[in-house]
């Protein structure tokens, strides 16, 4: 399920809830810098595929 985009400002906290796919990204003009921490009862990261620049950019 897609998740909508929520545009965030430097010193936001976001939590994600193990299972929630999601991603982190800059916009084409600002970069983004961003610290996680998982506990390790948890689980490992699981990594997605990489966005391509077409849908970065929203080309078709």
Known sequence: ???PTKNQKK???I???PGIEH???AT???GVTYIAT???AKGKTIW???VSDD???GKK
């Open 1 to 3: 399920m897609s998740q």
């Open 11 to 13: 010193g936001d906290v």
């Open 15 to 17: 939590n994600c809830m």
């Open 23 to 25: 991603w982190h990204g």
């Open 28 to 30: 084409p003009k600002t």
């Open 38 to 40: 998982s506990p390790a």
């Open 48 to 50: 997605l595929k990489k």
């Open 55 to 57: 849908e970065y950019y």
